[in-house]
């Protein structure tokens, strides 16, 4: 199994500055409770150009971010899409992907066909990304429809989508968890998923022998309280090593 680093906060826009810090914390917490694992670091040079061309041809199990955009980088050459974000990153972009439009560009940009993205946890939607999203046919999952069902039910939904894909790419930024268990992130927002929640969809998409690749961004330690954010990111990590 091998982790690569991406200690990157420059396409968050400003509102994920000190996520570039988050991997080194959380690999060396989670070396305290294994350490049969590789790790790397992709170079960082200031130019997100460079480092999406980087990413692009990295090799590597599992990533640590370091904001959302890493994902526009790294998704190149799957089939399916699972994205965990209280947002749907869709906003109106200019040149380059960040972490509000990255899903809106790659859609654009012909590297992902829309019928193969699975948005999950979405609670806040901006007008363009709502009226883009239903444009477009994005399957999403919004938090309340998670919050009037039940969560296995929502997860042999998802998983029965996933299935279809040949190679799957799962995205996990941390704040579709509720800031009560996770506080350590850009944007506070309600009503989202439970820790327990997120490892329950975790422990089964593992399980799912087409995901060849998974993301976790958007963690910022010093918004976190009690190392509540990288202790859930340790956890979330350990269910895949």
């Known amino acids: 199994m091998k982790i690569v680093k991406v200690s990157s906060s420059l396409g968050g826009m400003g509102h994920s500055n ?10 060396s917490e989670l070396r305290q409770f294994n350490s ?11 130019n997100l150009d ?6 692009e041809q990295v ?11 890493i994902t526009y980088g790294l998704c190149n050459g799957f089939d399916g899409l699972l994205i965990f974000d209280a947002h749907p990153d ?10 509000e439009d990255f899903l809106r560009k790659l859609i654009e940009d012909g590297r992902i066909k829309k019928e193969n993205i699975i948005l999950v ?5 901006s007008k363009n990304e709502k009226e883009f999203l239903e444009k477009n046919k994005i399957k999403v999952f919004y938090m309340k429809d998670i919050s009037d069902l039940d969560v296995k039910e929502i997860c042999d939904t998802i998983m029965e989508l996933c299935n279809k894909f040949s190679g799957l790419y799962l995205s996990l930024d941390i ?5 009560a268990f996770a506080p350590g992130v850009g944007y506070l927002e309600s009503g989202g ?4 929640e997120i490892l329950y969809f975790v422990r089964r998409l593992k399980l799912l022998k087409n995901l060849k690749r998974f993301d976790l961004v958007e963690v910022i330690p010093e918004k976190d309280k009690n190392n509540m954010t990288v202790n859930l990111a340790v956890r979330i990590l350990k269910e895949f090593l």
């Open 90 to 99: 869709c906003e109106v972009y200019t040149n380059t992907a960040t972490h």
């Open 175 to 179: 704040d579709v968890v509720d800031p």
């Open 193 to 196: 998923l439970t820790s327990n």
């Open 18 to 27: 000190g996520s570039e810090k988050a991997p080194e914390l959380i690999i």
């Open 121 to 125: 946890g979405v609670r806040n939607v």
């Open 59 to 69: 090799d590597g199990d599992i990533f640590v971010g370091g904001d959302h955009g």
């Open 50 to 55: 460079n480092l999406y061309k980087d990413l």
């Open 36 to 46: 049969n694992f590789n790790v790397s670091n992709i170079k960082v040079d200031g």
